[in-house]
């Protein structure tokens, strides 16, 4: 069964460090998002792309975030310079935007992300 | 006002009954209901959809959709111990894809 892959699992950095996610959606998944869920809170969007543009940003942290899924495949969310407030998972999810149909998203295993 | 609402719990039932989770969405535009189960330390894992009107069964689920009063249900029955979960209520808006997600309710199933 075709899966969402995410890496790493796990990441421990302190604040003021660079950190960076990866993600590679479900094969022939044009849709790619990036969601970020505090402990006992649902998921929020970050970004959002359609093959490789960006469609929706509007809630990402420009300042300090960053992300880009140059060929349209896989993708990579960067963080600089974390802060403590940035611990959390950081799930990412794709779709098959199919015409007429729901769009079903799928998420990957996530990154948990703890800033000392 | 948040745009999706659950109560996060616990909702404790026992073995076998009936569990009964509750969302209401404010926008009234919204035209696709999502429910993910998401197990402690875990990802969202997606349990079903529904589009329409009325009351969409898969299995033990069964999800129930009433647009008129913004609120949409999930039933599970015979529930079972590997049941306790988070459950989240998504809603994907007019001309947005991306999901607008409840806090989630925590369900508990007693043996």
């Known amino acids: 069964e075709a899966e969402v892959a995410q890496s790493p699992r796990y990441k421990i950095t302190e604040k003021s460090q660079a950190v960076a996610f990866w993600c590679d959606p479900i094969?022939?998944?044009?849709?790619l998002y990036w969601y970020r869920q505090i402990l006992g809170q649902g998921p929020e969007l970050l970004v959002q792309?359609?093959?490789?543009?960006?469609?929706?940003d509007s809630q990402l942290p420009k300042d300090r975030f960053s992300a880009e899924r140059l060929k349209g495949v896989d993708s990579t969310l960067k963080i600089q310079p974390a802060e403590l407030g940035d611990s959390a998972m950081y799930l990412c999810?794709?779709?098959?935007?199919?015409?007429?149909?729901?769009?079903?998203?799928?998420f990957g295993p996530g990154t948990r992300l703890t800033v000392l | 006002q948040k745009e999706v609402e659950q109560n996060s719990g616990p909702l404790s039932v026992p073995e076998g009954a009936i569990a009964s989770l509750n969302c209401t969405y404010s926008d009234r535009g919204s035209q696709s209901f999502f429910w993910y189960r998401q197990y402690s330390g875990k990802s969202p894992e997606l349990i079903m959809f529904i589009y329409s009107n009325g009351d969409k069964e898969d299995g033990r689920f069964t999800a129930q959709l009433n647009k008129a009063s913004q609120y949409v249900s999930l039933l599970i029955r015979d529930s079972q111990p590997s049941d306790s979960a988070t459950y989240l209520c998504?809603?994907?808006?007019?001309?947005?894809?991306?999901?607008?997600f409840g806090s989630g309710t925590r369900l508990q199933v007693q043996p």
């Open positions: 094969s022939g998944h044009a849709t």
């Open positions: 998504a809603v994907m808006g007019t001309g947005r894809r991306a999901l607008t």
């Open positions: 999810a794709s779709s098959l935007r199919v015409a007429g149909s729901t769009d079903t998203q799928y």
């Open positions: 792309f359609q093959d490789e543009s960006v469609v929706d």
